[in-house]
């Protein structure tokens, strides 16, 4: 299993457009600290990838990987497809992005599918331009392509709806954690970047896997009231936090797995390689992932 990390950005990316905080500061005084949105690429076969939610970078994160350039063929691209954790709008909009594509494929929960086709009218939009084939994302392993070493099953960590699907019908797949799992080498991952709860089905998972990379949103359960953008902690805003009794961190310190963050806000120190955090981390065996890294299992 090969995978490319596109992004490990929380919603805005690093720096967000009409952010000043002392996280997108640093990041436009230092490009090296700049993260695009959350997403993976993960290679289905010899000359196919699946690109793990379509974000708004969408486009430079496929320029700036030669992989996931096109050819020999004018139009011939190895993006085959999209997978979806959940229908918010930084995870989503890139799909729109790729209009130009002869065809795309997007696995999706059935709320996810219908929020795109029904809220945001996906279907109608993108309609005359590309044909797009919805494939019900499984909850038990299935072939992520009809003849390819990997499976691909979600595991639903939350219910939580995005801002304009409010008043939609609750549903335990809203949000999901992705199992791939490689038949010819045996390695697996578990991509999780939107976590509300920690479900046993998860922690199943997350122990049975070689590398496991979650919501890093925020350190800590406080982190966005001192940031002063909102009166809701990090778990009331559907993330938990990495430290904290409650953190992730104390999950993933258990785990014989490679463990890494990603999904990082502006406002988390870890947006700053020489933050104090990142010790921490180290201390724990776990890491910050990084824009472009390459995990091979």
Same mark, same amino acid.
């Given at each position: 299993m090969?995978? &490319? /990390?596109?992004?490990?950005?929380?919603?805005g990316g690093l720096p967000q457009w009409n952010c000043a905080c002392p996280g997108c500061s640093?990041?436009?005084?230092?490009?090296? &600290? /700049? &993260?695009?949105h959350a997403s993976l690429a993960v290679r289905a076969d010899d000359a196919r990838?699946?690109?793990?939610?379509?974000?708004?970078?969408?486009?430079d994160q496929i320029e700036s990987h030669p992989e996931l350039h096109p050819g020999p063929g004018h139009r011939d691209t190895? /993006?085959?497809?999209?997978?979806l954790t959940d229908?918010?709008?930084?995870?989503?909009?890139?799909i729109a992005r790729l209009r130009e594509a002869r065809a795309l494929d997007v696995l999706a929960t059935g709320p996810v599918r219908g929020a795109l086709l029904e809220r945001l009218r996906l279907g109608d939009i993108l309609g005359p331009y590309t044909g797009i084939s919805w494939r019900p994302l499984p909850h038990t392993p299935q072939p992520l392509i009809e003849g390819g070493p990997l499976e691909i099953s979600a595991i639903p960590v939350a219910s939580k709806r995005p801002r304009y699907a409010a008043d939609d019908a609750p549903a335990d797949d809203w949000v999901v954690a992705l199992r791939l799992a490689d038949r010819a080498t045996g390695g697996t991952l578990v991509y999780a970047p939107a976590l509300a709860a920690w479900p046993d089905a998860?922690?199943?998972?997350?122990?049975?896997?070689?590398?496991?990379? /979650?919501?890093?949103?925020?350190?800590?359960?406080?982190?966005?009231r001192r940031a002063g953008f909102t009166e809701r902690t990090s778990t009331a805003m559907g993330h938990l936090p990495i430290d904290g009794p409650h953190g992730t961190a104390r999950r993933l310190r258990g785990l014989?797995? &490679?463990?890494?963050?990603?999904h990082l806000n502006n406002t988390n120190p870890l947006g700053d390689p020489a933050a104090e955090e990142h010790k921490l981390l180290a201390e724990w065996g776990i890491e910050a992932a990084a824009d472009g890294m390459v995990i091979e299992l």
């Open positions: 090969l995978l &490319r /990390v596109l992004g490990t950005a929380a919603g640093g990041a436009r005084r230092h490009p090296q &600290r /700049v &993260r695009r990838w699946y690109v793990v939610n379509a974000t708004p970078d969408i486009g190895p /993006v085959a497809g999209v997978v229908a918010e709008l930084d995870h989503t909009l890139g998860l922690q199943r998972a997350a122990a049975e896997a070689d590398c496991v990379i /979650v919501d890093g949103t925020f350190w800590d359960d406080h982190e966005p014989d797995a &490679r463990c890494l963050y990603t």
